[in-house]
């Protein structure tokens, strides 16, 4: 194709290529980060085993490989976040554009599974409760005006 220069890149090839490229830098220092904590458990493993060792030596064994699970539970929870975001704004969109074209749709529901904003409790009001609150709030200020009056 003339105007097109040999070894040229499309947009899609760079965004792919950005897109693993992160995905591997990501890979790579939860690998590392899950390493270092694992000798770091190791070290705290010898020195549990030393003449000197403590049960909080112990208890560093136990969490250092929590620690370096961490970044990936993070990873795996920004992922899952994203999906449940993604699949809520493709509800709105396909909403959206049957309401421009005239059909009549309900929104999507408020509680989505695993949503940020579940939907509110209904409260019942019990009048009952509500009398002695008040009670007890009043005997509160009658305590606080007498610690007034004595300081």
Do not use: H
């Not at 490989?65 to 449940?84: D, H, S, T, Y």
């Amino acid at each position: 194709m003339p105007g097109v220069l040999a070894g040229s890149a499309s947009v899609e090839d760079v965004s792919l290529r950005s897109v693993t490229a992160r995905k591997l830098v990501i890979a790579s220092v939860c690998a590392a980060c899950f390493v270092v904590c694992c000798g770091l458990a190791w070290w705290q493993w010898q020195r549990y085993s030393s003449a000197g060792g403590s049960f909080q030596n112990l208890g560093y064994v136990l969490q250092w490989p929590l620690f370096g699970l961490f970044p990936l539970f993070a990873v795996w929870r920004i992922r899952k976040l994203n999906q449940q975001e993604r699949a809520r704004r493709s509800q709105q969109d396909e909403a959206e554009s049957e309401q421009a074209r005239g059909g009549r749709v309900e929104p999507p529901a408020a509680s989505v599974r695993g949503s940020a904003a579940p939907a509110r409790p209904s409260v019942r009001k019990d009048t009952e409760t509500d009398d002695a609150l008040a009670e007890y709030n009043r005997y509160l200020a009658e305590l606080n005006a007498r610690d007034r009056e004595e300081t």
